[in-house]
């Protein structure tokens, strides 16, 4: 059975932060936060598309919850996933919000190279 979540999308107005690019950025804790709860692991995706409207299904490897593991750690390393796929394919990722910004918090977007 799969449960698939957004990661890249905080809809909760919790104005969590978690560190994306090298600067604080608003992103959700629901799936480390359930991936702890569950024990059941991240496997973060990505669809990405390609010329001739076909679209490609990338996998990353899995981040396993565990002794030891917190929801910050989980949260870190679905940002490092996140940082490595986006870095790679800037064209791919579209956010239709100000990410780097929040209630009372203003920053200056990180440069994508």
Request: hydrophobic content about 40%.
């Amino acid at each position: 059975e799969i449960v698939a979540l957004l990661a890249d999308r905080d809809y909760t107005g919790h104005n969590d932060r978690a560190t994306l690019f090298g600067a604080p950025a608003r992103l959700p804790r629901g799936p480390a936060w359930l991936a702890m709860k569950s024990g059941a692991p991240i496997v973060p995706a990505f669809l990405l598309r390609e010329t001739g409207d076909r679209y490609r299904l990338r996998f990353h490897a899995p981040i396993y919850p565990g002794t030891g593991v917190s929801v910050m750690d989980i949260q870190r390393r679905i940002c490092e996933v996140l940082e490595d796929e986006i870095g790679k394919n800037p064209c791919q990722w579209y956010m239709f919000r100000e990410m780097w910004e929040g209630k009372g918090y203003r920053h200056q977007a990180p440069k994508l190279t």
